[in-house]
């Protein structure tokens, strides 16, 4: 028997069986991994089992290959932290979709794991969009997706630089890319050290990251974002658009 204790952030919980479910954690030191659970389904286990809550996890199996079950306990209950914020909670499901998606099992990821708590710790103030961003940056480099914002990839000029390239993942500066704008991707204010984080700029940065998401990872398995990505994106679309037209 093969047995192991880890902390876990609850990805996605689907029915199996007349009571029970599969349930996938994004877990500390065992990366992402997947259990069977016993009565998911009963009244006893729905406050337990929602997507973003930090767990106590136990796993065993027979074997590696096993897809082994699952025992928990509680230890933070995030989705009730969000569970009146709209946004917050689609920001939450976002996040634990895209790791569930595209992280290999039981590979070791600690700096998304250690960024998704840091996300869900920063709901509690004003840059949890921003937060979000930053996430799904180290995602992408996790995955080998790594976008490079530190220099123009055209002159290697580190100063004001406006652009991030759709075909090389690299920032590139308002000069360089004045003729060619409209085919590049543009780079928010905080992701070049700028402490300005309006709804424009977020949405600009959702837009940044779900392009090389979109195009370097998903499209591997011919392949949307998941839906709740897109339902943030399409928030905060709704709200630059509500912005303008009262402004």
Known sequence: MISWQDTGIILSVRPHGENGGVVSLLTQSHGRAAGYVYGATSSKSRGVLEI??????????KSQDQLGTYTFELEKSHTADVIDESIKLTCLQSACALADKTLPEHEKHPGVFDGMQALMESFSGDLWAATYIFWELGLLRELGFGIDLSKCVSTGAVDNLRYVSPKSGSAVSAAAGEEYKDRLLALPPFLRGEARFEDGDILDGLKLTGYFLLHRVFSQSNSN??????RLEEKFLKRVEKTATSA
């Open 52 to 61: 973003g809550n930090v767990v106590s996890a136990s796993w065993q199996a």
């Open 225 to 230: 974002l998941p839906e709740p990505r897109l």
